[in-house]
């Protein structure tokens, strides 16, 4: 049972418009979300990361919203650029276990020039 | 240079025959993992490894073994009794404390002929 999902496999944008990503969870025991970003035959590297203390959280062109009540969380990227495409994960952990991350299966995010 | 090394990048083996790969980091991080990614896939975690001399099942660890024996180094081997052993394999590391992300490796494509 995937405790974390990524309901868009995949996104298309126009270079300068805001690209929104979505991850919703099961687990209300979860209390730390990150994103990763993901190129073709490379390992993901971190994006951005919110702690449940929080509701949003910046850097830059990367921004991260929490919605614990609705077990969601999102990436917004303003303004997108042609370099921003690339798969995008969402991961989850829990203060029981916060050694162990559980990620979405990813989404396509797509920027046209 | 910091970070962690996976090598090498392309494997190939034949069917039948067991294959192990590499994992190194300098990061001095105690956590360790293993994902494997298969295409439009998700990262699916083998193995895990809070501490030297301990390591954790993940999802879908069976037709695999690890080893943690140096903080260092967490080896994966690929049996012959993974049934489609052919994917993209991923290690990572966490510092082990709350409220941090994980880092990963450049990933190596096993190819199973």
């Known amino acids: 049972d995937q405790q974390v999902k990524q309901n868009s496999p995949s996104l298309s944008v126009q270079e300068g418009r805001i690209s929104i990503l979505n991850c919703d969870y099961t687990n209300s025991m979860f209390d730390y979300f990150l994103w990763y970003k993901k190129y073709p035959a490379e390992g993901p590297t971190f994006l951005i990361s919110i702690s449940s203390i929080k509701d949003k959280n910046e850097d830059g062109r990367f921004t991260v919203f929490l919605n614990k009540s609705a077990k969601h969380l999102s990436l917004h990227i303003v303004p997108s650029q042609p370099g921003d495409s690339a798969v995008y994960f969402c991961?989850?952990?829990?203060?029981?276990?916060?050694?162990?991350?559980?990620f979405g299966s990813g989404t396509k995010l797509n920027v046209k020039p | 240079d910091g970070g962690i090394t996976q090598s090498p990048k392309y494997l190939f083996r034949k069917e039948g025959q067991n294959v192990t790969l590499s994992c190194e980091q300098n990061?001095?991080?105690?956590?360790m993992y293993w994902y494997r990614q298969d295409p439009g896939q998700g990262l699916r975690l083998i193995y895990y490894s809070q501490i030297v001399n301990d390591f954790q099942k993940g999802d879908i660890a069976e037709g695999y073994s690890v080893s943690r024996e140096k903080k260092e180094s967490f080896p994966l081997t690929v049996t012959s009794a993974q049934k489609n052993p052919t994917a993209f394999y991923l290690c990572?590391?966490?510092?082990?404390?709350?409220?941090?992300?994980?880092?990963f490796g450049p990933g190596t494509r096993l190819t199973v002929l």
């Open positions: 990572a590391t966490a510092s082990g404390s709350p409220y941090n992300e994980q880092f």
């Open positions: 990061l001095n991080h105690d956590a």
């Open positions: 991961a989850a952990s829990g203060a029981s276990n916060f050694n162990k991350f559980y």
